[in-house]
Nanobody
Framework: QVQLGESGGGLVQAGGSLRLSCAAS????????MGWFRQAPGKERDFVAR????????SYAESVKGRFTISRDNAKNTVYLKMNSLKPEDTAVYYC??????????????????WGQGTQVTVSS
């Protein structure tokens, strides 16, 4: 089992940047595929990015491709989401998620077993 805690959210102007962090408990962090999702008010939780256990493979939602970068540091039990060129439509609560082992897709909420509490990102125009 793993526990997740996000940080790094906040208020930023359009065009700005933020870096989210997700710290995981436990000694087997490198066994988990990690993902980032976001949920705007009144909307479903949507896939943002995912990263394989060793960090060699990543995938992104089309809406963030080229602007966001997911990375991980297994020595620090942490996964990151660097967000550049932020837009007002990126405003949402951002969640990190984990599933043990490798998975083919990782773009569905159903692919993950563990979730953090979320961190708010607000982008002003």
């Amino acid at each position: 089992q793993v526990q997740l805690g996000e940080s790094g959210g906040g208020l930023v102007q359009a065009g700005g940047s933020l870096r989210l962090s997700c710290a995981a408990s436990g000694r087997t962090f490198s066994s988990y595929t990690m993902g980032w999702f976001r949920q705007a008010p009144g909307k479903e939780r949507d896939f943002v990015a995912r990263i394989s256990r060793r960090g060699g493979r990543t995938s992104y939602a089309e809406s963030v491709k080229g602007r966001f970068t997911i990375s991980r540091d297994n020595a620090k039990n942490t996964v990151y989401l660097k967000m550049n060129s932020l837009k007002p439509e990126d405003t949402a609560v951002y969640y990190c998620a984990a599933v043990e082992g490798g998975i083919d897709s990782g773009s569905s909420v159903d692919d993950y077993d563990y979730w953090g509490q979320g961190t708010q990102v607000t982008v002003s125009s």
